[in-house]
T-cell receptor, first 117, second 114 residues
Framework: NAGVMQNPRHLVRRRGQEARLRCSPM?????VYWYRQLPEEGLKFMVYLQKENIIDESGMPKERFSAEFPKEGPSILRIQQVVRGDSAAYFC???????????????FGEGSRLTVL | KQEVTQIPAALSVPEGENLVLNCSFT??????LQWFRQDPGKGLTSLLL?????REQTSGRLNASLDKSSGRSTLYIAASQPGDSATYLCAVRPKRGSNYKLTFGKGTLLTVNP
């Protein structure tokens, strides 16, 4: 029973390029969350998605960042025209519908570490 | 706005010592509190989840307590081992509003020396 899978684990981009980070939730999970961990900071909520729906994107910068969770395939966090300040670890977490409501337990992936040169 | 603080920021102990990590939060209206472990360059591993109605949870050498009224939680690690070296994160889930958003502390970096 595979856990939350994220790729790439490490990504290097030059300023102005695009970064795409992918997340496959645990089997049977339909809720996906993205968190960002900046250097020396705690994890911060970015966006909450269910299949084909963005539930809450209040933690995501209004420009250059977008997220999707299509009917088929992984969730994708997309960062356009990256800047140095985007360098961080991006974590994906998933939860099942019913279990999420009962226990509130999230399961995290190993993260994607973005470095912007 | 919920704020989570973890003290100390870093802790170094000799192997075999019992230790306590502290977590405090400003808004006591929480749904639950979760302790995670994060190894360098790795993801988060859930250690213990305490519901707001519970006082403590235990798993092996770990014991987490919750005092919701005072806004505090502690993670007790018994007989520490070098393999326990990692960053320990505390996160709370709010009871009201967007209760799917965890608020994390910055963590305590634990080093257990052989």
């Amino acid at each position: 029973n595979a856990g939350v899978m994220q790729n790439p684990r490490h990504l290097v981009r030059r300023r102005g390029q695009e970064a795409r980070l992918r997340c496959s939730p645990m089997k049977g999970h339909s809720h996906v969350y993205w968190y960002r961990q900046l250097p020396e900071e705690g994890l911060k909520f970015m966006v909450y998605l269910q299949k084909e729906n963005i539930i809450d994107e209040s933690g995501m910068p209004k420009e250059r960042f977008s997220a999707e969770f299509p009917k088929e395939g992984p969730s994708i966090l997309r960062i356009q025209q990256v800047v140095r300040g985007d360098s961080a670890a991006y974590f994906c977490a998933s939860a099942s519908g019913s279990r999420h409501e009962n226990t509130g337990e999230l399961f995290f992936g190993e993260g994607s570490r973005l470095t912007v040169l | 706005k919920q704020e989570v603080t973890q003290i100390p920021a870093a802790l170094s102990v000799p192997e075999g010592e019992n230790l306590v990590l502290n977590c405090s939060f400003t808004d006591s209206a929480i749904y639950n509190l979760q302790w995670f472990r994060q190894d360098p360059g790795k993801g988060l591993t859930s250690l213990l989840l305490i519901q707001s109605s519970q006082r403590e949870q235990t798993s092996g050498r770990l014991n987490a307590s919750l005092d919701k009224s005072s806004g505090r939680s502690t993670l007790y690690i018994a007989a520490s081992q070098p393999g326990d070296s990692a960053t320990y994160l505390c996160a709370v889930r709010p009871k009201r509003g967007s209760n799917y958003k965890l608020t994390f502390g910055k963590g305590t970096l634990l080093t257990v020396n052989p």
